[in-house]
């Protein structure tokens, strides 16, 4: 199977110009794709057109990543109804430098026999001033050919900056010089990057009368039409830091059986084969969720760890009422509030009671999760109450070595009744 028969399959293409995939088939090629510093992260909305440049990088092809320190500080229009503020040059810095991590990460940097090459466009255009600009770039592409493109033609009833205006033209010398100093023929990005890709290309032929193709994948949606990425609590990163490896693996977990289906062709690595064998097994079993289980190991396996992944299955267990104490042993602060975000929160007041605290006490009069000794009295005879995941009776006490964390103690009745104490 050809690089392109493989992105056909997995949904991953959404334009090319003609010619590009015989030249893949052809010969080993350089390409690249371009990532501008607006956070210091990436999110999964970034990850669909950065999975061209993995698959790129797995067919043996040369592989560049343009971190764009010079355009970050212009701001795309591509996409955006309104004009991109603008960042500091300190809060610029520091996103290169995330980005510049992340991406070394996802493409095998030094751990590849082909490793990803990575490069800031800062570092070409820093010593250009203004009038080498306008003449050696600006004089090769029309105002016509630009306010054609849609990232403007969308802007200007509402009115668009020349510094965004003048985007394209950036973009497009990055490709001018990738072109010309790392023999770089394709750029790939999402359909929203056809307009800068394409004005990279003819920059490319006017100006040095060589050839130069385009790439884009499809922009992922969700199945109701919302932005893929986005979940009530916001952008879904792949920084640890941003969005924990539960939180990942609970975005992935969570897809529906319609984009379980589109997900894990186009964010995995696993072959046609498996994939539709995956299916297949669950369109017999859809309550099994056999795609989403598939689609969650692999992302995010790949993206964090095959423990962090391990970790967040464990943890996915506890919510649902099938882990362990000792499981729940292992969850820190941290997880311990983004776990039982959401669950009832009680204060436990720890001063005044001893070394231990009656259950019956515990569960009315000092936490009021229940609201009677005697409802307190009910729900431990029949059985339906437990400390940390373990079930207890009506002799049992709270002692220190409840406290998970020194601070967390989890309350369950009966099967759906979760309630997370905070002792203070």
Not at 136 to 150: F, I, P, Q
Request: contains cysteine; negative net charge.
């Amino acid at each position: 199977m050809s690089l392109i028969e493989e992105l056909q399959w997995r949904g991953m293409i959404h334009n090319i110009i003609p010619g590009t995939e015989e030249l893949l088939n052809k010969e080993k090629v350089a390409g690249y794709i371009g990532v501008d510093p607006t956070s210091d992260s990436i999110h999964v909305g970034n990850l669909a057109s950065l999975m061209l440049l993995v698959h790129f990088q797995r067919y043996g092809h040369k592989p560049f990543a343009l971190v764009g320190g010079a355009t970050g500080m212009v701001g795309d229009p591509s996409g955006k109804s309104d004009e991109r503020n603008l960042l500091s040059e300190e809060v610029l810095q520091n996103n290169v430098a995330g980005l510049t991590k992340a991406l070394e990460k996802l493409l095998c940097y030094g751990e590849s026999e082909n490793p990803v090459t990575i490069v800031n466009n800062y570092d070409w255009f820093k010593n250009m001033n203004t009038l080498d600009f306008l003449r050696d770039v600006g004089k090769h592409l029309t105002v016509n050919y630009m306010v054609a493109k849609e990232s403007v033609k969308n802007r200007l009833e509402k009115g668009i900056s020349f510094t965004e205006f003048s985007y394209q033209l950036i973009q497009g010398y990055d490709f001018y010089w990738l072109h010309q100093n790392h023999n770089c023929k394709i750029q790939f990005g999402g359909s929203d990057q056809w307009g800068n890709i394409t004005a990279g290309t003819e920059l490319i032929r006017r100006k040095a009368s060589g050839e130069a193709f385009a790439f884009t994948c499809p922009l992922i949606t969700k199945s109701d039409g919302t932005k893929f990425g986005k979940t009530e609590s916001g952008t879904v990163w792949l920084d640890p830091e941003k969005t924990s490896p539960y939180q990942f693996y609970q975005f992935w977990i969570n897809s529906t059986d319609e984009d379980a289906k589109k997900y894990i062709r186009v964010f995995t690595l696993l072959d046609k084969e498996a994939i539709e064998q995956l299916e297949s097994e669950h369109a017999e079993a859809p309550h099994q969720r056999i795609l989403q289980k598939a689609l969650a190991k692999d992302v995010t396996t790949r993206i964090h760890s095959a423990e962090a992944y391990e970790k967040a299955v464990a943890t996915s267990q506890i919510l649902f009422g099938k882990g362990s104490k000792e499981a729940l042993s292992q969850l820190n602060e941290k997880d311990f509030l983004e776990v039982f975000d959401g669950v009832p929160t009680f204060k436990l007041d720890k001063s005044g009671h001893g070394d231990s605290l009656g259950m019956i006490d515990f569960l009315s009069e000092h936490t009021g999760i229940l609201s009677s000794k005697g409802e307190a009295r009910r729900s431990l005879k029949e059985n339906s109450i437990r400390i940390n995941m373990e079930r207890v009776g009506m002799d049992a006490n709270i002692t220190k070595d409840d406290l998970m964390n020194g601070k967390f103690i989890l309350v369950q009745k009966g099967k759906k009744n979760k309630y997370l104490v905070i002792a203070e």
